[in-house]
């Protein structure tokens, strides 16, 4: 997740060595980095993708406030980006540099650009709009979400490294503190927590983006704008939680530290939850806590049992597929959704349809099929994710 290349493993071998020669305490990998960030990525492709209207309830998101196992993955993977970032930045020394700029400015852009064209691809094969003509041009500039999961990480990762790299670390806890206050002020004064239109942050999204550039099946926005600040606040949470892992020489002291961390922001969340709601439709700031608390904390059992006890095997293996090449197959997965869900192959249905329908609710509950029909997403992202692991090719976003 460092640059946006595609790596091979005879390219790379050289430099790690060379890294692992130079300083072989700190360039230790942490094998269940990559575990829990696979874990992640599958559930996001899992949650993303059910069969039908009616799943089971832990694969459903909270309505508004609240917290469900599905409102986990997300934020877990932004946890684990902040961590990454602390990595990836690492090697520059926290220095700017050409290089260094080039690279954060370039990740950036990419995964903003991925999200809109996948959106914009979607659209065009739904047929929703003729991107042959300039008035179905017109008409897909005029009504183009601008921001969405993947610009979200995007922008966050940006603004991450540049604070990263710009300011003493020891102060960014005081910007986190900073976002995280700042934004409940405004969730307090602006009616934050009503879902409708007269919420601050869709009066903000609607004068800033304009009404037909934001999410339109549900208001506010929930990857909107003044929620952007406690998202970064999130990911600068794992960047700090990277710095003081990575700084630790011991494995024994790594999973201690990481499950107190955890602990004190679970319990933080979970306390201040009285006067902040859990929500991540608003991404409240008690949300980020008690999430990145629950990421550092599993973050913790894995090394426990991964790293130190060095149990592995089919289960740990499927996973390091998808937290080799995440942000790959979780577009790709996108991407799926056209000749899975989208195009009518078989007498005016989608695959998805006659699947759910024609086979699947035939013999079980919808709830089954539903998630059976999710199960096959991952799966076929797993295969093609496999034959990259196998060919030793990581594509990096």
């Given amino acids: 997740m460092s640059n946006n290349n595609i790596n091979t493993n005879s390219a790379a071998a050289p430099a790690q060595a060379t890294s692992a020669s130079a300083a072989p305490k700190k360039s230790q990998r942490i094998l269940s980095i990559d575990i829990l960030r696979g874990l992640t990525i599958a559930g ?9 209207p009616k799943g089971f309830a832990p694969l459903e998101h909270a309505d508004w406030i609240g917290l469900t196992p599905t409102d986990l993955v997300f934020p877990s993977f932004m946890f684990i980006m902040g961590i990454t970032t602390y990595l990836s930045l690492r090697k520059f020394n926290f220095t700017w540099s050409w290089a260094c700029a080039r690279k954060v400015l370039k990740r950036a852009l990419l995964l903003w650009f991925i999200g809109i064209a996948i959106s914009v691809l979607i659209k065009c094969t739904h047929g929703l709009v003729d991107p042959s003509s300039w008035k179905g041009f017109g008409d897909l500039l005029s009504h183009q979400r601008i921001l969405g999961v993947l610009p979200r990480l995007g922008i966050c990762y940006g603004l991450a490294a540049v604070i990263a790299l710009s300011v003493n670390h020891r102060l960014i806890p005081w910007i986190i503190a900073f976002l995280f206050v700042g934004y409940y002020i405004i ?22 983006l304009g009404a037909n550039h934001t999410y339109q099946w549900e208001t506010p926005d929930p990857e909107g704008i003044l929620s952007t600040l406690p998202s970064l606040g999130h990911v600068l949470i794992g960047f700090c939680v990277g710095k003081v892992i990575m700084n630790l020489r011991d494995l024994n002291d790594k999973i201690e530290r990481l499950f107190v961390i955890g602990a004190c922001l679970m319990l933080a969340g979970a306390l201040l939850a009285y006067l902040c709601p859990i929500s991540k439709k608003l991404w409240t700031p008690t949300f980020a806590m008690v999430t990145c608390g629950i990421a550092s904390t599993l973050l913790a059992l894995f090394t426990w049992v991964i790293d130190k006890r060095h149990h592995t095997g089919r289960i740990t293996g499927f996973f390091q597929v998808f937290g080799v090449n995440p942000l790959a197959l979780y577009v790709l997965a996108d991407l799926l959704l056209i000749p899975f869900s989208i195009i009518p192959f078989f007498g005016g249905k989608t695959l998805q349809k006659v699947c759910y329908d024609n086979v699947l609710t035939t013999f079980l509950p919808a709830e089954w099929s539903s998630l059976i029909w999710a199960l096959f997403c991952v799966f076929t992202c797993w295969l093609v994710g496999l034959w990259l692991y196998k060919k030793h090719i990581y594509i990096k976003l």
């Fill in 187 to 208: 969730l307090e004064l602006g009616n934050g927590y009503a879902h409708d239109a007269t919420n601050i942050l869709a009066i903000v999204d609607d004068a800033v």
């Fill in 44 to 52: 996001m492709i899992l949650v993303n993708n059910p069969g039908g």
